[in-house]
């Protein structure tokens, strides 16, 4: 039985609030020494139908898109929508953004009683100007006062674990990953991702691992990996570098939701699978499209928004320039399978 039933059943027979002692599966898995491989937050992208896709494939924990706190205090329709999760996606973090402690603890326990999330997770590094501009994401890097009041607000208002993703400081000057990590420790995180990238390096240059590294040594608390993860050896890499407790995917991920399992073989000293051949890769194509079409339920939006993820899966294929193109113009699921279809048959026959 998961914690949380347990935690259910106790509170039924005692008529007392369940205080939690079971650790809950993904602070537990954090601890065994796997190295869980995470689904990274991305707006746009980890969405419901991505984010089971990954756990089907591999991804151990995942996490939303970042949520505005303010969209969930005024309940927001389509803040709410961002919120929603199947239970197959569990262990599943919400994360949410915000740059006034008060509000976000005022969010956070919205989410903890409406959606009951595995864990809520705040997000200290999206570098997006509209956001930083507000403080929220990265901007509250400048103040790391503002920080920590931020992670003692919702700590102490919620009952499920709280985490936090940072970047490695607001500018290069100020690039201090090892002060911003001790504080939210400090604070009361507990679990810190390291995207180590500054806010304004954006997505530009590499992720500096090293600093990962020295982030695991400085804290107590588990430390996630994040940034340029692109091969199942990467995620080897990455873990043998930082001794990092798990590693976390984005970019990577796209059009390739197969990278979690060829990351966990690397991970486990096992042979890692190949790339998926054109069948294998449309299969997951065509997966991937009917869960974002049950979960969307306007066909056409849903293929119109699916369009980002043709583009990736296509990306780098033979004649893939002009597949994408029609594809692009598709407005049914049924529409692309037809050329789905006719492009592998054709590369069939080329390689046949
Ligand atoms: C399209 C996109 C959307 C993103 N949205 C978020 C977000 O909502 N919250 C967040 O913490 N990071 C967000 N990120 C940053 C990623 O979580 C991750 O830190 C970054 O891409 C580095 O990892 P990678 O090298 O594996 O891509 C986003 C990244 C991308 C590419």
Not at 91 to 119: C, K, W
């Amino acid at each position: 039985m998961e914690w949380r039933g347990k935690a259910a059943a106790i509170e039924q027979r005692s008529g007392f609030r369940y205080i939690q002692v079971m650790e809950p599966t993904f602070l537990s898995m954090l601890k065994s020494g796997r190295t869980p491989l995470y689904l990274a937050p991305q707006a746009g992208v980890s969405e419901s139908p991505f984010r089971r896709l990954c756990r089907g494939f591999g991804a151990d924990v995942v996490v939303s898109e970042f949520v505005s706190a303010e969209g969930i205090r005024r309940h927001d329709r389509r803040t709410h929508g961002y919120l929603q999760f199947d239970a197959a996606e569990r262990p599943i973090g919400i994360q949410i953004f915000g740059a006034d402690p008060a509000g976000m603890a005022e969010a956070a326990v919205l989410v903890e009683e409406l959606y009951r999330p595995d864990f809520l997770d705040i997000n200290f590094g999206c570098p997006v100007k509209k956001v930083v501009n507000r403080n929220g994401g990265s901007g509250c890097l400048r103040d790391l006062d503002l920080v920590q009041a931020i992670i003692r607000a919702v700590r102490g208002a919620i009952s499920i674990p709280v985490t936090v993703k940072i970047r490695s400081g607001w500018s290069e000057d100020s690039r201090n990953p090892v002060e911003i990590a001790r504080r939210c420790e400090d604070a009361g995180a507990e679990v810190l991702t390291l995207h180590a990238r500054s806010r304004t390096q954006m997505y530009s240059g590499v992720a500096n691992w090293d600093e990962i590294a020295a982030v695991v040594e400085a804290l107590s608390i588990p430390v996630i990996g994040n940034g340029d993860v692109w091969t199942g050896a990467d995620a080897l890499r990455m873990r043998e570098h930082t001794r990092c407790d798990g590693v976390m995917i984005a970019r990577g991920s796209h059009g390739a939701p197969w990278l979690f399992t060829q990351a966990r073989a690397a991970l486990d000293g096992l042979p890692v699978p190949a790339e998926p051949d054109v069948p294998e890769r449309f299969r997951v194509v065509r997966e991937h499209a009917r869960l974002a079409i049950a979960f969307e339920r306007d066909e056409e939006k849903a293929m119109i928004e699916f369009r980002k993820h043709l583009g990736w899966y296509t990306k780098g294929l033979p004649n893939g320039r002009l597949l994408r193109q029609e594809l692009f113009a598709v407005s049914t699921l049924a529409e692309a399978e037809v050329l789905l279809a006719a492009y592998q048959e054709e590369s069939l026959a080329v390689t046949a």
